[in-house]
């Protein structure tokens, strides 16, 4: 092996345990095994991969859903978790679930996929959603994120691990901050920010306020809590979140587009959000789990 090979450390983590398919996985990378995070789930070591979309494409040519990140073994413990937050730290987009409240959601909806898939501006694209939702009672945001939004496998382990390890945690999201604030308390995370959606008192009015909080915005924010990105973890699935997760030095992207997956270090495809845990190094031992 080269000595920036030597340089690096690589990680697979499956879904659940299973020897068997992890030894698999092993061979198709050529992974040395150095430390077991995870008995059965999750191991580091060295290999001859160079970046972590070689690793996938030999995982997948062998049909084994196993996710995997290869990055460099100085500083892999990051001191900033930045986290987007709809179909990242929850499930859902929360402006899809709105529109159904107000009897628009197949038309949000659209609009959402285009814009998350780059296709169409952000902004405009929000702007147009929002307007949508003018006139929806604001007694329908609380029983949205009451009846709707549940978060993802592993956030708030994810959270509360990196808290204990002295790392700032923040929500940065092309969302609202009526639910990013519920969904920081729920996680632990230490701040958020997201577009303020407008209202006269009773009903949304079907604008969101200035300046809206897109992708030059999100990599902003990052930027805004911490010197030097390479010490930051940023985890997204939308083409908005590109600007951050590429400008960290560990940019995930979770369950993304093809194209936001092809330009982040390294990708969640098959598990849940402790695996950002896992790609840092923190074993089963550490986990937070509350």
């Avoid at 990013?180 to 949304?204: K, M, P, W, Y």
């Amino acid at each position: 092996m080269s000595d920036s090979v030597i340089d690096t450390i690589t990680t697979l983590v499956l879904k659940n345990s299973d020897e068997d398919a992890l030894r698999l996985a092993q061979e198709a990378v050529g992974l040395k095994v150095s430390r077991v995070l995870s008995k059965g789930k999750a191991v580091e070591g060295q290999s001859e991969l160079t970046t972590s979309q070689d690793g996938a494409k030999r995982l997948d040519a062998e049909g084994i859903e196993v996710d995997i990140c290869v990055m460099p073994v100085e500083g892999r413990r990051k001191s900033l978790l930045i986290c987007d937050m709809d179909s990242t730290l929850i499930g859902q987009e929360c402006i899809d679930e709105l529109a159904d409240y107000a009897g628009v959601k197949d038309r949000v909806s659209a609009i959402t996929e285009r814009a998350m898939r780059g296709e169409i501006g952000f902004d405009g694209a929000l702007r147009e959603r929002v307007g949508l939702l003018e006139d929806l009672p604001l007694s329908m945001l609380q029983l949205c994120f009451d009846e709707r939004i549940h978060l993802n496998a592993g956030a708030r382990t994810l959270c509360q691990t990196m808290k204990a390890a002295g790392a700032k945690t923040v929500i940065v999201s092309g969302g609202f901050t009526f639910f990013s604030g519920r969904v920081a308390e729920a996680c632990g995370f230490e701040h958020h920010q997201a577009n303020i959606l407008l209202d006269d008192g009773t009903n949304l009015t079907g604008q969101v306020a200035k300046p809206i909080l897109g992708r030059e915005a999100k990599l902003e924010a990052m930027r805004s809590h911490i010197t030097d990105t390479s010490n930051a973890i940023a985890i997204g699935d939308g083409a908005n979140d590109l600007a951050m997760i590429t400008a960290a030095g560990l940019g995930l992207a979770y369950y993304a587009k093809p194209a936001v997956a092809e330009a982040a270090h390294s990708a969640i495809r098959f598990t849940d959000l402790r695996t950002a845990l896992y790609y840092q190094g923190f074993s089963d031992a550490e986990f937070i789990e509350e």
